[in-house]
């Protein structure tokens, strides 16, 4: 059985400082006692009660598979006997690909909740030509979260983090898809922890964003439901669980366009692509996701009618491999087309 991280949060008192000194206390219960810390602006404070062989390393913003393997060596040679990651998804990712480097643990502390790659045995890392590619690397064996740190994070993480997560359900259907052509086969322990992530968040969909990020219980249930939906993917030792046509979307969307928001903001808009390929109403579902804070229309990330429609061209290069509803529908430029004015009309 694959072993799944412990997850402590913290959120007896409102201080960050006082978040600092339980981190402090919790990484020396692991018997860890010379950590490499890994930490971006935002987790400065929260790492400050951490002490190992160098001072705090911070990634910069082009930190790539390169700079991982750069990372990990530099643990070694220091003597490190783990690394703590505190900071967002970027810090976190490479964090996890320098610890499998290295052969090291990893201890992620998320400062945002924007993605699902908390607790997953995957870094989404650039390579030499600044794309976008998902690597194995190691799960945490602790994530500690921080509700203080949280409630002071910056909507648009929270906003993508719901948005990663209502990829689960349309993943599942994929994946299912795969199942019924032979190609591959479910693992109903991982498929019952993503519905189970969903089903966390789910009451939160129909309520105005900005109601529900600086809410404690919220935030909680977010960050439980983004650890288990990391989870499945431990325990299916895939991406499947969680990832679908509609990451084949937002990949896309970063090796084709430069990126043009947050993961989970772009894995929101590829659901829109899902949810019309699996012939259910997207009006609906762009209004859900508006009311989100998240991008529903090609233009809220900038792209135009025709590039949305390369976009759907270009997106099942980016998983070889992977059998999805996009795959299925087996699009030339001429589908596609129809495809895009079906959702949003000759706009």
Not at 10 to 22: I, P, R, W
Not at 326 to 342: Q, S
């Amino acid at each position: 059985m694959n072993e799944f991280p412990q997850v402590l949060v913290f959120e007896s008192s409102e201080k960050e400082e006082d978040s600092a000194v339980e981190l402090a206390r919790q990484v020396a219960v692991q018997g860890i006692e010379a950590p490499l810390v890994l930490c971006n602006i935002h987790g400065k404070r929260l790492a400050s009660e951490l002490s190992g062989p160098l001072g705090p390393q911070t990634p910069d913003g082009s930190a790539d598979q390169h700079g991982a393997a750069a990372l990990g060596g530099l643990a070694r040679r220091a003597g490190a006997d783990a690394i703590v990651a505190v900071g967002g998804g970027r810090c976190i990712d490479i964090a996890k690909l320098a610890a499998a480097r290295a052969g090291l643990t990893v201890i992620a502390v998320p400062t945002q909740l924007s993605h699902d790659g908390i607790c997953s045995p995957v870094s989404v890392v650039p390579d030499d030509e600044g794309r976008a590619q998902s690597l194995g690397a190691v799960a945490p064996r602790l994530v500690f979260i921080s509700i203080p740190t949280l409630v002071d994070a910056p909507h648009a993480s929270a906003s993508a983090g719901v948005g990663d997560l209502l990829a689960n359900p349309l993943a599942l259907r994929d994946w299912a898809l795969a199942a019924e052509h032979g190609l591959e086969e479910t693992d109903q322990r991982a498929w019952d922890l993503s519905v189970e992530s969903f089903q966390r968040i789910k009451a939160h969909l129909d309520v105005p964003v900005q109601e529900s990020l600086r809410d404690p219980e919220f935030l909680r249930a977010l960050a439980d439901a983004l650890v288990l939906s990391g989870m499945a993917m431990i325990c299916s030792g895939t991406s499947r669980p969680a990832s679908g046509a509609e990451h084949e979307i937002s990949h896309a969307i970063d090796r084709h366009f430069g990126g043009r928001a947050l993961h989970g903001a772009q894995v929101a808009f590829g659901c829109v692509i899902s949810v019309a390929l699996y012939d259910e109403d997207t009006s609906a579902f762009r209004g859900r996701i508006a009311r989100l804070g998240l991008p529903e229309h090609p233009s809220d990330l900038g792209l135009s009618k025709e590039d949305t429609i390369e976009l759907l061209l270009r997106a099942p290069e980016t998983r070889p491999g992977r059998f999805t509803v996009l795959e299925d529908a087996d699009l030339d430029r001429g589908k596609a087309r129809a495809l895009v004015e079906h959702i949003w009309g000759d706009s």
